[in-house]
């Protein structure tokens, strides 16, 4: 990464995060199609082209498994990639340094805003409807589709948490900044529904007080994480949270559910037989450079660069985001039931 603030394709982390469980597929896919949105989180290629920092278009990003589980022959093509009836199975709309506000991350380069990635799929939308015969056949085929968003982790790093290019640190208390982003984020998933979206699964923020760059940007006490960072992502989880419920009694003909990310990676790292937390595997606290070689012992480590999880946390996450190990894991189904209804 150029800056340590920079978060970059986090699609190792999320399709790792649904790959690792045991789903036996036998010829069909699960859902007929899927649908991502978010940031690096799930970034498959749209960035490549754009002038911005915010790439990893390098091995050993780039890894997809999502589509894989859901029985699939082959990954979900990004929006730029995406032609003809490929776009019937799904995309991949995912931008990284992307947030639910505009200016989010705009000091590495282009990006791909969640308000921008709707307008995408809204021309998704009319390619399906031009391809199955109409808009009704369209809303059928959508209905069945399974659609996951994965976004607000730059809106806290590529932005809030950088005092000196954005100014809404100053203007929001984390509270009220918690509440900003929920508003905006309700009114886009409001779009999502109206263009055919029925079962979204709403991935929560995770521990990013705790990544090894923004420990080597606020230096903690040893062997801590920065708890601020933390404290103002458990106030946007606890606020989407009751987003989907609201959203759930809102649209019956839909179901929303979120995905606990924060709960889930909680607890003690070396316990669980980690013994490096606060450095990367790859690039320690700097980044995962093209061409870097990783460490051999990769399964002792939390992250595998200065942002993302090694796959060995990801088996975890995995397991527990498609079915569910405690009742605070979901809310209020995971994204096996989800893609099963």
């Not at 920079?6 to 597929?25: A, D, G, M, R």
Request: charged share 15%.
């Amino acid at each position: 990464m150029a800056s340590t603030h920079q978060k970059i394709c986090w699609s190792v982390f999320l399709t790792l995060l649904l790959s690792n469980c045991q789903h036996e597929v036998d010829g069909a896919p699960q859902v007929p199609c899927y649908f991502i949105f978010g940031d690096s989180l799930s970034d498959s290629g749209n960035n490549n082209l754009l002038v911005t920092k915010a790439k990893a278009n390098f091995k050993p990003y780039g890894m997809d498994f999502i589509s894989e589980l859901l029985g699939f022959h082959g990954f979900i093509p990004s929006f730029v990639t995406a032609t003809g009836k490929d776009v019937l199975q799904g995309v991949n709309y995912a931008s990284g340094a992307a947030g639910i506000r505009d200016e989010t991350g705009q000091h590495l380069g282009d990006r791909i805003t969640l308000t921008r990635q709707l307008i995408n799929y809204q021309l998704t939308v009319a390619q399906i409807a031009t391809l199955l015969g109409g808009a009704a056949a369209a809303a059928d085929q959508l209905s069945k589709c399974v659609f996951t968003v994965g976004i607000g982790s730059n809106d806290y790093i590529n932005n809030h948490f950088l005092p000196n290019l954005y100014p809404t640190s100053k203007e929001f208390t984390p509270e009220q900044y918690a509440t900003a982003l929920i508003a905006q984020y309700s009114l886009q998933l409001k779009t999502l529904h109206v263009f055919g979206a029925r079962k979204v699964a709403l991935f929560g923020l995770g521990l990013i007080g705790c990544a090894p760059a923004e420990l080597a940007a606020f230096s903690p006490p040893k062997g801590t994480c920065v708890d601020n960072i933390n404290s103002a992502v458990q106030l946007f989880n606890d606020k989407l949270k009751s987003l989907v419920n609201d959203l759930n009694t809102e649209f019956t003909d839909s179901k929303f559910t979120y995905i606990n990310i924060y709960g889930i990676g909680s607890g003690d790292p070396k316990a669980a037989g980690f013994k490096v937390t606060d450095s990367g595997c790859c690039g320690g606290r700097t980044g995962c450079a093209p061409s870097a070689t990783p460490c051999s012992n990769r399964r002792e480590y939390v992250f595998f660069d200065e942002f993302h999880p090694t796959e060995a946390v990801n088996v975890n996450l995995a397991a527990r985001a498609y079915k569910s190990s405690t009742p605070s894991d979901v809310s209020p189904i995971d994204i096996n039931t989800l893609a099963n209804l």
